[in-house]
Every structure is written in structure tokens, then in C-alpha cells.
């Protein structure tokens, strides 16, 4: 069983910035593609950033050149710098690992979650 677990969120004033953190309780090079969700009230989830194992990077347009997402194989650990942080991007935040189990099937893992609140 995989466990993620996300820390790193908080409250902060717009403009502000925080750096969230998903360990993960096995090696990260083991999932096809990591990413970071978010979820705010009355809203879907939706995809902020993600990483594949071959450190390929994709961001939301919503967040791009404010947010750098980065994995650290060594410590199980990926990351996601969110600078510039805007009211808008108050959500809960969820780290999600996805793993390729055949042709277009696979399975996801959550974590529980990081609530990121941005005051103006």
C-alpha cells in the first residue's frame, strides 16, 4: 500500500509564498507521473501540476510561471514552490501518484490533503 502524505500548507497574504511537500512511502521513481490537485469549495478537483518520471513538467495555465513543481528522488519527496500566490489559489491541495498498469488503464493514490489559504 502507498501512502502519501502532504505538508506544507497554511495561510498566507497574497503575494505571499509556500512550498508544499508530498512524501511518499515508496521510491517516487516507481510512478509513471506525480502531481499536485487542488480542490476549493463548490469547485472540482482539478490538476495544478504534475511531473513524470522522466522529469517532465506540465502546469496549469492558471498557475504557470508562479508555480515550479520538483520531485527528490533520494528522499521520496516531491514538491511544489507556489510564489506569487493569489487569493484564487485557496484550495485544499493533494498530492497524487499515478501508476501505468497497461495500456490506457492505471491506478491513482491520494494523500489526504493541505489546506492553502491566500488572503488579500
Known amino acids: 500500500q502507498v501512502h502519501l502524505v502532504e505538508s506544507g500548507g497554511g495561510l498566507v497574504q497574497a503575494e505571499g509564498s509556500l512550498r508544499l511537500s508530498c512524501a511518499a512511502s515508496?521510491?517516487?521513481?516507481?510512478?509513471?507521473?506525480m502531481g499536485w490537485y487542488r480542490q476549493a469549495p463548490g469547485k472540482q478537483r482539478e490538476l495544478v501540476a504534475s511531473i513524470t518520471s522522466g522529469s517532465s513538467t506540465n502546469y496549469a495555465d492558471s498557475v504557470k510561471g508562479r508555480f515550479t513543481i520538483s520531485g527528490d528522488i533520494a528522499k521520496n519527496m516531491v514538491y511544489l514552490q507556489m510564489n506569487s500566490l493569489k487569493p484564487e489559489d485557496t484550495a485544499v491541495y493533494y498530492c497524487?501518484?499515478?501508476?501505468?498498469?497497461?495500456?490506457?488503464?492505471?491506478?491513482?493514490?491520494w494523500g489526504q490533503g493541505t489546506q492553502v489559504t491566500v488572503s488579500s
Open positions: 497524487n501518484a499515478y501508476v501505468r498498469t497497461g495500456a490506457g488503464a492505471g491506478y491513482s493514490y
Open positions: 515508496t521510491g517516487i521513481f516507481s510512478f509513471n507521473v
